[in-house]
């Protein structure tokens, strides 16, 4: 079945450093999508992307969709302390069947 | 709207014992889901639904069953609660190649 993978499991930054964490799939997807969940929280969408190549920003953050549709990254410059929390990616393949990496927990030290 | 609701909130339950996690959305989703979180192990998801009538297992599908009989709601039912299944649950529901929406998740300990 499809797996989806997610480096690092966790990542501490000193306020100001940039932050990225790595997303791979064993099988080409369709689309891949981001989410945000903060400590005792729920995740929360972030972004989809679906084409090849795609890059995509929400003000410090760059989300890219590698050319092969298998990989995906999330970067995030000069973290502050409200970035603190986990990101997760989820692939969908062919249906509507959603799989998460194991996500990065990302902590920010001020 | 209401969006994902979820309940109880927070559960305890002795080995052995079954229980029913309702889950429920006002958004006229046709996708629904429940996942569960385990620290270091992301969100692996239990049983999902394409629409009403239609169910289908996930990765972690012992223990559990699910059914579909309404658009809304999609409960999860805990057969013999055994320390294993000792998680969060998140439901989740989004049409079907957009957007999931969770719900704000249901703490279980068993003893």
């Known amino acids: 079945g499809q797996q989806v993978m997610q480096i690092p499991q966790y990542q501490h930054v000193q306020e100001g450093e940039d932050f990225t964490t790595y997303c791979n799939s064993s099988?080409?997807?369709?689309?891949i999508q981001w989410y945000k969940q903060r400590p005792g929280g729920h995740p929360v969408f972030l972004i989809q992307?679906?084409?090849?190549?795609e890059v995509k920003k929400q003000k410090r953050l760059t989300f890219q969709f590698g050319e092969a549709k298998k990989n995906s990254s999330l970067h995030i410059t000069a973290t502050q302390t409200t970035d603190v929390g986990t990101y997760f990616c989820?692939?969908?393949?062919?249906?509507?069947?959603?799989?998460f990496g194991e996500g990065t927990q990302l902590t920010v030290n001020p | 709207n209401a969006g994902v609701t979820q309940t109880p909130k927070f559960q305890v339950l002795k080995t052995g014992q079954s229980m029913t996690l309702q889950c429920a959305q006002d958004?006229?989703?046709?996708?629904m889901s429940w996942y569960r979180q385990d620290p270091g192990m992301g969100l692996r998801l239990i049983h999902y639904?394409?629409?009403?009538?239609?169910?289908d297992q996930g990765e972690v599908p012992n223990g559990y069953n699910v059914s579909r009989s309404t658009t809304e709601d999609f409960p999860l039912r805990l057969l013999s609660a055994a320390p294993s299944q000792t998680s969060v649950y998140f439901c989740?529901?989004?049409?079907?190649?957009?957007?999931?929406?969770f719900g704000q998740g249901t703490r279980l300990t068993v003893v």
């Open positions: 989820a692939g969908q393949g062919g249906g509507s069947r959603l799989t």
């Open positions: 992307l679906v084409k090849s190549g």
């Open positions: 989740a529901s989004g049409r079907a190649t957009t957007e999931a929406f």
């Open positions: 639904s394409v629409g009403a009538g239609i169910t």
């Open positions: 958004m006229n989703h046709e996708y």
């Open positions: 099988t080409t997807l369709s689309n």
